[in-house]
């Protein structure tokens, strides 16, 4: 599942230069949202278990900040480049305006290989992140949140750090922590379920019946997990599975539960291809991350890493619905070739704003210290996606466009019109 030597931040320019020009964007605007407003990049020393000192190069973007603070994720891997930041940052500031959030964009990263690291080890890399960049960061500045490969025990750590340097507590300065520090319990699965709301959405659109639609997931991790489960339980047939590793694949359906515990078990999904549990006592394919793309499916939801649809490929995509809940999966080229072949293309800039949306709720519950329940934050998350989910169908038959287009026509005029406002222009 590696991604392609695609320039994510090119792609993500492209994309914004074709609502730019349906909305007669003047060139000042344009130059602004076309480049982050701010980018950070320091090195991070690490004190490693053996005694040894290494340095890890660490950035954090911050794209636009006209809707209101910084908001974004960070993610620790070694495939993290400046140029997927600057992307990444760039699509939050669509996403959060599009849901209508009271948010900008940004992004963060740092490069290197967390599976390698002791806990002490990956506590002291976190630290480090925030003693690096605490003047940049805060509830009214830029909110980080968890990414690939980060999760509620990093932003703890880094909540800590962030309140030892500050001198006070502020535990809306990180989205995604513990509940027991400010955290909210649907936190975790609120992309997944965002997902599973637009999946939803669209198959009333396409007048799909549940139990007959087939769902096809490329990435098996906290957002694929939860997507996959909240689909099952809803009675859609979720036929493959995939990881890093590999896929499976069995048309009579699987279980995602049975499935995630059968991966902890064996380190991958490959390994579950034949176990009861998960794939109701009959033997599943084992199949490539490319092949899963390619299924006949009628629904097929990347929720792994950017550039999976290429030009390439896009031609061979028999799915009647691609649902992005991975960041960037489609690129420019990708995007016009299912939209010939009339594929319909929910973007990540709808499908996975769950998680932006659970972190919104998060933030603002942490500022008034009254927290809602796990029902309550689901039922609005669902109001949100789902109004934003009919404004995108609308804005793309009133321009003839598909859905990516007018996602950003909705959520690039709200920025323009922010800037504007302020005197930006």
Sequence with gaps: MATSAINPFESAKKQLKIAADILNLDKKTLAILSQPKRELSDDIPVRMDDGSTQNFNSLRVQHNDALGPFKGGIRFSPQVSIDEVR????????????????????????????????????ERLSRGYVQQFVEYIGPDKDIPAPDVYTNAQIMAWMLDEYEKLTGHHAPGAFTGKPVEIGGIGA?????????AVAVQQVAKLL?????????????????????????HDAGYKVVALSDSQGA??????????????????????????????????????????????????D?????????????????????????????GPTTPDADKILYEKKIVAVPDTLANSGGVIGS????????????????????RLSKLVISAFNKVV??????????RTGAYLLAVHRVANAIELRGGV
Excluded at 271 to 296: F, H, M, P, Q, W
Excluded at 360 to 379: A, P, R
Aim: proline letters at 3%; hydrophobic letters at 40%; glycine letters at 10%.
């Design 207 to 231: 007048k799909l019946k549940p139990k007959s639609t087939t769902v096809a997931i490329q990435g098996f991790g906290n957002v694929g997990h939860y997507a996959a489960q909240f689909l």
């Design 87 to 122: 992307a990444l940052a760039m699509w939050m500031t669509w996403k959060t305006s599009l849901v209508g959030l009271p948010f900008g964009g940004a992004k963060g990263g740092v490069i290197c290989d967390p599976k390698k690291f002791s806990k002490r080890e990956l």
């Design 299 to 327: 629904v097929l939801i990347p929720a792994a890493l950017e550039n999976q649809i290429t030009a390439k490929n896009a031609n061979s995509i028999k799915a009647k619905v691609v649902v992005e809940l991975a960041n």
């Design 248 to 297: 499976i694949y069995n048309k009579s359906g699987l279980n995602p539960a049975a499935a995630m515990t059968c991966k902890i078990e064996k380190g991958k999904i490959a390994e579950c291809y034949y176990r009861g549990s998960v794939v109701n006592g009959s033997k599943a394919d084992v199949i490539t991350n490319d092949e899963l793309l390619e299924l006949g499916v």
């Design 394 to 403: 609308a804005k793309s038959e009133e321009h003839s466009v598909n859905m």
């Design 360 to 379: 919104y709720f998060e933030w603002v519950q942490n500022n008034y210290g009254y927290y809602w329940t796990d029902d309550e934050v689901h039922e």
């Design 187 to 195: 936190r975790e699965s609120a992309t997944g379920y965002g997902g």
